[in-house]
């Protein structure tokens, strides 16, 4: 019966990321929650095919995160960074930790998309009488000027239109606008920047309503790859989730971050992920036995749009839940989800929830929780959604009563 469960939130999931393809909303992503933010299960083709869609809107913005373990370490004490991760609008699992981390919270991610892959996999997509127009933005000149002469040379799906180095200055030094000016002059479909993974985040995040190229990205090494600067890790040393080791041979100076974040790891294997992966099983063993066992009702509000959610909230249930966070997001109000009487929320449950928060931050409206027993609140800092829960328990109550 679980396994039947299972199958079929899965195909209804898959059914929902075609769904978003033709109509790019962020309720038809097939998005997890791992250790706070959200990570897309989906295949090289679909990132493929969202990125191709998106070049071709050019009114609208496309940000594309490729979380890795420094994206999952960073999101742990810097907000900010975890915003820019949050508000992406697709985020393919870049690490391999990653992975290893949803196989075993039971999370159907099962490969890895490293930016380098997805650079490398537009080269074939697209022809080169319509390649896919790319400006690098970091690195060095010696890198960027070398990087856009073997991506030129090479005649495929891919031209580089422009280049430009900013240094290694603040923030606001590299959001300057002549170099803002430059990059929408190019005539660009796809940005790549190659600031260093925070720098590059913040900066993309910070810039986002100034830049008009469609589809903006940090490939970090990328741009070393492409101008041959930084050789690539064999392929089988990547599929073994080895390519830090073969990183720490070409550039000796990762090695404190890579030990940092090994230690990180580390400790949250050994203490955190045994009591979620123990958490997570017996969820879905309890909702299994209880296959009807959930709801979600509007309920009539003069602030807010209250959404109440009962039983146990699990991938089986996203596709009931979407038109009525829906219909809550179209009141142009706060959203208040009263959890008084839930009984559990799973990894793609609370990927759906960071889907509303994004769709309420866009239009400048809160989304805050009632009602959030010990469980479940132990069950959100586990997740990693404890920032979900901080500073607004006082405003959830006031309105939900």
Known sequence: ???????????????????????????????????????????????????????????????????????????????????????????????????????????????????????????????????????????????????????????????????????????????????IDRINASGAHFLVAALGARNGQLWLQRNRHRLSVPIRAHLGTTINFQAGTVKRAPLAMRRLGLEWLWRIKEEPSLFGRYWHDGLVLLKTMITRLPLLAIAMRRLRWRASRRMQDFSITRVRNSTAALLQISGYATARHVAEAIAPMREAIEQHKPVVIDLSDARGVDARFFGLLLMLRKQLKSRGCPLAFTGVSLRLQTLFRLNGLGYLLQGGAKHDLSIAV
């Open 1 to 179: 019966m679980q396994s039947l469960a299972l199958a079929r939130s899965e195909t209804i999931d898959r059914e929902m990321t075609i769904t978003a393809t033709a109509n790019h909303d962020d309720f038809g992503r097939e998005v997890y929650c791992i250790l706070g933010i959200a990570i897309d299960a989906v295949d090289m083709p679909t990132v493929l095919q969202r990125l191709d869609a998106a070049a071709s809107r050019s009114s609208q913005r496309f940000f594309l995160s490729t979380p890795n373990l420094n994206f999952l370490v960073t999101s742990q004490t810097d907000p900010e960074f975890r915003e820019s991760v949050l508000e992406s609008d697709l985020c393919p699992p870049d690490g391999m930790p990653i992975v290893w981390i949803a196989r075993i919270l039971g999370i159907p991610i099962k490969h890895r998309i490293a930016g380098s892959d997805i650079f490398e996999a537009l080269k074939a997509w697209r022809n080169s009488e319509q390649p896919l127009k790319i400006s690098f933005f970091g690195s060095t000149e010696r890198v960027a000027s070398a990087a856009a002469e073997r991506v030129n040379r090479e005649h495929s799906g891919l031209q580089c239109v422009s280049w430009a180095c900013p240094g290694f200055g603040s923030l606001d030094e590299m959001s300057r606008d002549h170099f």
